[in-house]
């Protein structure tokens, strides 16, 4: 049986909003929503609204991935948003945190086909039916940071899956940007709030990356292959390598299908 992640806010977790309706800003087009945010960050402040922590873009014409991937959609297809998080929550599980947020939400929907692959790819198997990238800078307040996602919702790239696809429904209450933006504030939040070995057992229920047999794309041009074996409590995956658990902090993975 599938774990059940649609429970809206787990007993004893803060209902703090930190990103309610009026914190939101919407524009029909940018360029990155993450790179505006990382300027309300510098300057303290979006358009004269010092409310402004969520930024959403109809369409944004140079999103960016992990790596410096490029992240495309035609306006109405995906859920393209970047939050600022300010200094006392950036930390190295931020990524990790806006993953599973996104996943519940993806779940509360009926996606429970969809998981985690390490650090934070929302995946349906091979495809991705979100993204995920944060940056962080230094502003007049310390260091903020902008976490990004892009979430297909009714339509998806080549190679990729969206939530109409993987639900079997166009309604709006299903794909809607407006909704999704509110329950993932929402979860957003809820995790935000949590102790870390509570997020980490959560993250760890949610990995579909653990006991698969994976390659490790290292940023220094350098590869291995060996079986994803944990996740330690700094969110890095554990990789058994020819009998060495090897520790990955930054990297591509890649799971490796198994030979027939």
């Not at 969206?162 to 999704?180: E, F, M, P, R």
């Not at 509570?198 to 079986?227: K, N």
């Not at 944990?230 to 902090?249: E, F, K, M, N, T």
């Amino acid at each position: 049986m599938k774990p059940d992640h649609t429970n809206p806010v787990p007993a004893g977790f803060s209902l703090q909003r930190r990103f309610p309706p009026e914190s939101r800003v919407w524009v029909t087009s940018t360029g990155s929503t993450n790179a505006d945010v990382l300027g309300w960050a510098a300057s303290g402040s979006a358009l004269g609204n010092a409310a402004a922590r969520v930024l959403v873009a109809d369409y944004q014409s140079a999103g960016r991935g992990r790596l410096d991937r490029v992240w495309e959609a035609r306006a109405g297809d995906a859920l393209l948003v970047s939050f600022l998080v300010e200094a006392a929550e950036v930390n190295g599980l931020l990524p990790l945190v806006l993953g599973v947020a996104a996943l519940d939400v993806v779940h509360q929907r009926g996606g429970t086909n969809a998981g985690l692959k390490w650090p934070n790819d929302v995946m349906v198997g091979s495809q991705k039916l979100a993204g995920i990238l944060v940056e962080v800078t230094k502003g007049p307040g310390g260091v903020a940071a902008a976490a990004g996602i892009g979430m297909n919702l009714a339509a998806a790239p080549d190679g990729a899956i969206s939530l109409a696809s993987l639900t079997g429904s166009v309604d709006d209450s299903i794909v809607g940007v407006a909704g999704v933006l509110d329950d993932l504030c929402g979860r957003f939040d809820t995790w935000l709030s949590a102790s870390r070995p509570d997020f980490i057992d959560a993250y760890r229920e949610r990995c579909v990356t653990l006991g698969q047999q994976v390659r490790v794309d290292r940023i220094d041009g350098t590869s291995f292959d060996g079986r994803a074996t944990g996740i330690d409590d700094d969110g890095r995956l554990l990789v058994d390598h020819a009998g060495q658990s090897v520790v990955v902090q930054a990297g591509d993975v890649h799971h490796l299908r198994p030979s027939s």
